[in-house]
């Protein structure tokens, strides 16, 4: 049957369906035709340049590429090219579509998920409108401009994505078009719908250009261990009639088996002529499943218009139930304690040849591979993700952080009314995705006034979807809900504090070690890259790390955040994420033209630090899987003696090489295991974890691989079939095997690919020329690499052939499935039918940690000097301290408890932790506790001793303060920004003692 005709049929048989429906009383399947959503993405066609008369119908384009949105013009410089020099300037897109004559009469609507950075948009030669903030969902009314029948209709659409491009309305430039971190993949790379109604209907949530906010579903009243909530339902609905119309709200819930859980009854709503109004609906919902972390469990919400007993419009809403706080310094989900574990990932979530637009499926599998390191968070960096994205997180399972659009500092004017303007429309567009917890104002701290702007848009907006709005830093703000600087460790008893990004450290995936080809020694190489502020970078050693060194970092660096965890006081740090999940084609500064901190690579190909995160990030705080990942691998050259590590949250771990024990590792930052000077044999090495009683509770092993003989190929693609429709896309690992079938870890063989049948080759990434982008001659590297390919708008058969010198080749068979398209419509959604991950299964019912220290209460303080400061260091707030002036002898501060307590341990945030010793003296009533020079560190330093009595505890500076940065970080101006770590006093910091917040705790 012809789609067009299909759709008439379901007209007719819509209306039996309802009569019927309406007869029985029960809940209903209503027909398609009520409302109906259109993929338009199939049929474009695409020119990079800008011809005179292109909006025009009758323009000529049989010479334009043809293509398949979501598709950026300039996709194939993705890792080709870095960010500075992807390739910018004008692109026309143009369509041909057909409405069936049934419609005419209806409300006809477009969608774009986005432009990029601007856009002029043409109905049949008539202009329809202008989009130019390059990050957010928009659309156009276009029901007076459309032909119905047989005679079609042409949209044509000139989009520019100039890095200097400015706002078409008043000249300034948006903050975020930034060749540093937002990467510039032009034209229209996001999905495009078209949507069909009544003339009496529930809005669309497109702001910008339409002025609406569509339906919004949210929960109250939550009873986690009941499985219950009140949920509430509001639509804004416009009639569009002549005459005003009366209407009956209904809602139906449905689960993820299509069971129908809850029909609610709303209210009755009238509207005048051009009128708008919002109608409502409520009800307590039983025998609920909760979203949460790795478990992704949605429902459809159908809300309709009813009119003399039949549905005359209905949108689904696909959407979960959370209850979330945040208070005390800590996140709670649906009432446990959840620390935060996660990246900082851009916002192109790109791979190479492609950018940013994959197919749904494939953003599922990218973002449920963070799940799988055990993170429960991704910070989008700077501006808004796209809205596959955003619904991908929801099905796997991962809280999101949602920014609207910025860069390193606050602004003013314009520029803060587009960043006000652009969260509006990102929080309208996505206030119904359960994944979403925060709402982030900046990449930078920004002032209080902003703050309460923002938040008040969010409370205008979705004042019940259970988010916090907050901003990097804000450590002493009033207003926000949440923050967090980057690096550094930060503690709170009052809104939570999570890092926003840390371990900012690079390492190509190629690069074992040094003793391994190609024999990269940690640090080595340079780089041509300079600073975002125009500097060359002179050190560039810690972004050329090799895979031992990088995974290393990262245990360091996370036990900082692990120590300080919920539980182990009532200032506590909730967590942070890591900088970055995937390597990035934005800002560098290692050998390679594209950022290298992910824990894998742009093939989603895991690194050593992946494994290292599954480790420890197990647990929603507290460990609860004890778990082992030996790094490297066993295949080197005879006589090789070098150190292993594990990472490990076993109590001790104990290594063996082809059975024979080696010894226990010393144990460091609690999860890694370093055992020094191991002779490497032939067969295997296997680390062994123990728990407190001895007893083995986890082991990981490598075994030497043989010579290599072989290709494997392995194939992923879409669960629901690889679709025919020019955007679907297959992954495809190649791996380099013995004769045992074990991949071969130190293989490098160049892989000669061949590609026949209905498909398009895309590639993979490698180091070499160009990063071998779009080349069907590819290295593995370490034994394996993976190319992607995509499908043709014609079904058939593909066959995909690897062969290399030397080695035995491999093939793979592929099928597409035919998409049904009729006049420029396809009913298939980009994403409809994807499962859901739900592994993890619902949140559990216990505490998420066990207290493991309790401070004792410090209720008043006395100095050498500034005594009417000192309650400045203990008032949990890390932008106030108190300081002796730099006079040495004044130099004590003496704290005062509530009471008598065994005290064992100090923790200090001193001014200029990062680079600065002071030599003290801790005494607990007279006895000293503690006589030495401070660590420097990256926040909070701790100091233990033997449990002492006493209701007080006096620090004194007994010598010459130290100052040498310890850290080798640098920023991505090129310099060690010390400024970051404390307060710079004017006066020579020698004789100095300045402490920011002291914590005392219990025995």
């Given amino acids: 049957m012809k789609f067009l005709e299909s759709i008439k049929l379901k007209a007719l048989l819509g209306l039996v369906l309802t009569l019927f429906y309406f007869s029985e009383g029960g809940a209903q399947n209503p027909s398609a035709d009520l409302r109906t959503k259109y993929n338009f993405n199939q049929e474009w066609k695409l020119l990079v340049g800008d011809p005179e008369g292109a909006e025009k119908v009758g323009h000529n384009d049989d010479q334009w590429k043809e293509v398949?949105?979501?598709?950026?013009?300039?996709?194939?410089e993705a890792y080709k090219n870095d960010i500075h020099n992807l390739s910018t300037g004008i692109a026309w897109y143009r369509k041909q579509f057909q409405l069936p004559k049934d419609l005419e009469g209806k409300k006809v609507f477009l969608e774009f998920e986005g432009v990029?950075?601007?856009?002029?948009?043409?109905?049949?030669?008539?202009?329809?409108g202008h989009h130019d903030n390059g990050v957010m969902a928009f659309g156009f009314d276009i029901s007076e401009l459309v032909n119905f029948g047989s005679e079609s209709n042409t949209l044509a659409v000139r989009t520019d994505n100039s890095w200097d491009y400015k706002e078409l309305h008043t000249g300034v430039k948006h903050q975020w078009n930034?060749?540093?971190?937002?990467?510039?993949?032009g034209g229209l790379p996001k999905n495009v719908y078209l949507h069909v109604s009544d003339r009496l209907y529930q809005t669309l949530p497109l702001f910008s250009t339409l002025g609406t906010t569509g339906v919004y579903v949210y929960a109250r009243e939550f009873d986690i261990p009941g499985r219950k909530a009140v949920i509430f339902a509001e639509s804004q609905v416009k009639n569009e009639y002549a005459v005003a119309k009366t209407f009956q709200y209904q809602v139906e819930i449905r689960d993820m088996d299509g069971e129908t859980i809850k029909v609610m009854d709303g209210n009755s709503v009238t509207i005048s002529p051009g009128g708008v109004a919002t109608a409502k609906a409520s009800a307590m919902v039983e025998g609920l499943n909760f979203w949460s972390w790795g478990y992704g469990y949605l429902y459809d919400v159908y809300t309709r218009l009813k009119m003399d007993g039949q549905v005359i419009d209905e949108v689904k809403t696909t959407t979960g139930f959370r209850k979330t706080e945040f208070a005390n310094g800590m996140i709670k989900l649906n009432d446990r304690v959840i620390m935060v574990k996660g990246y900082a990932q851009r916002t192109s979530n790109e791979w190479p040849a492609v950018g940013m637009s994959v197919p749904a499926w494939l953003s599922d599998y990218s973002n449920r591979l963070m799940v799988e390191t055990n993170a429960n968070l991704v910070r989008w960096m700077h501006v808004t993700p796209w809205k596959q994205d955003v619904e991908s997180c929801d099905r796997v399972g991962l809280m999101q952080a949602m920014p609207a659009g910025d860069a390193e500092k606050d602004v003013k004017g314009r520029q803060w009314e587009q960043r006000v303007e652009l969260m509006r429309d990102a929080i309208i567009y996505n206030r119904n995705n359960p994944s979403i917890v925060f709402y982030e104002g900046g990449n930078e701290s920004i002032s209080?006034?902003?703050?309460?702007?923002?938040k008040d848009v969010r409370d205008q907006y979705d004042p019940y979807g259970g988010r916090a709005a907050g901003s990097r830093e804000m450590l002493d703000s009033e207003v926000a809900e949440y923050g967090g600087e980057m690096l550094y460790i930060n503690k709170s008893a009052d809104i939570p504090f999570w890092a926003t990004e840390y371990s900012r450290d690079e390492g190509l995936r190629k690069y074992w070690d040094e003793f391994s080809p190609p024999y990269h020694k940690d640090g080595d190489g340079g780089t041509d890259h300079t600073n975002i502020n125009g500097t060359k970078v002179k050190d560039a050693s810690p972004y050329n790390r090799n895979?031992?060194?990088?995974?290393?970092?990262?245990?360091?660096?996370?036990?900082?955040?692990?120590?300080?965890?919920?539980?182990?006081g009532k200032r506590v740090s909730s967590g942070g994420v890591n900088i970055i999940f995937t390597d990035t084609n934005t800002h560098y500064r290692g050998a390679e033209n594209y950022r290298r901190s992910g824990e894998a690579d742009p093939m989603r190909i895991p690194k050593d630090g992946f494994y290292a995160h599954q480790v420890m990030w197990d647990g929603w705080v507290d460990t609860e899987s004890r778990m082992a990942h030996l790094m490297g691998h066993w295949n080197y050259k005879e006589g090789t003696v070098k150190d292993m590590y594990a990472v490990s949250s076993a109590e001790k771990v104990e290594l063996f090489v082809n059975g024979k024990s080696k010894g226990f590792g010393e144990r460091s930052y609690h999860f890694l295991f370093t055992f020094e000077d191991i002779k490497w044999e032939e067969g295997s090495v296997k680390v062994v974890g123990y728990d407190e009683s001895g007893k083995a509770v986890c082991e990981d092993e490598n075994v030497t691989a043989g010579e290599p003989v072989a290709i494997r190929l392995t194939t992923l693609t879409n669960p629901t079939g690889f679709k025919a429709d020019g955007a679907d896309m297959a992954l495809i690992e190649v791996?380099?095997?013995?004769?045992?079938?074990r991949r071969n870890p130190i293989a490098f063989n160049e892989i000669d690919f061949s590609l026949d049948g209905q498909a398009e080759w895309l590639g993979g990434i490698a180091q070499g020329p160009d990063n071998y982008i779009l080349s069907k001659k590819l290295p593995v590297e370490l034994g394996v690499n993976r190319v992607l390919i995509r499908s043709t708008t014609k079904a058939g058969k593909i066959s995909l052939t690897a062969k290399s010198e030397g080695l035995n080749s491999a093939s793979i068979k592929l099928k597409t499935q035919p998409i049904e398209v009729e006049g420029g419509l396809s009913d298939k959604l980009p994403g409809a039918d994807l499962p859901s991950n739900l592994e993890r299964g619902p949140t559990p019912l216990e505490p998420s940690y066990e207290v493991t220290r309790v401070p004792v209460e410090i209720v008043s303080a006395t100095a050498g000097i500034n005594s009417d400061q000192a309650r400045q260091s203990f008032d949990d707030n890390e932008l106030s301290n108190w300081s002796n002036n730099n006079i040495l002898e004044q130099g004590w501060i003496k704290y005062q408890f509530d009471s008598s307590y065994q005290v064992s341990e100090v923790v200090l945030k001193m001014n200029s932790w990062r680079r600065r010793s002071?030599?003290?003296?801790?005494k607990v009533g007279d006895k000293t506790v503690f006589k030495g020079n401070t660590e420097r560190s990256l926040g909070y330093i701790t100091i233990p001793f033997e449990p002492v009595s006493g209701d007080n505890l006096t620090v004194k500076l007994i010598g010459t303060t130290i100052n040498e940065d310890a850290f080798n970080i640098v920023e991505i101006t090129g310099k060690k920004d010390l400024v970051k770590d404390g307060y710079r006093e004017e006066e020579p910091p020698e004789g100095i003692l300045s402490i920011v917040e002291i914590e005392v705790y219990q025995e």
């Fill in 547 to 568: 895979q031992d060194s990088h995974a290393k970092e990262d245990v360091i660096r996370w036990y900082d955040y692990w120590r300080e965890r919920p539980g182990t």
């Fill in 178 to 185: 930034n060749d540093n971190f937002n990467a510039n993949y």
């Fill in 68 to 76: 398949t949105l979501p598709y950026a013009w300039n996709e194939n």
């Fill in 735 to 741: 791996e380099v095997v013995d004769a045992q079938g």
């Fill in 918 to 922: 002071y030599p003290i003296e801790i």
């Fill in 116 to 128: 990029r950075q601007g856009g002029d948009f043409y109905v049949n030669g008539q202009y329809i």
């Fill in 448 to 454: 209080e006034v902003h703050m309460k702007e923002l």
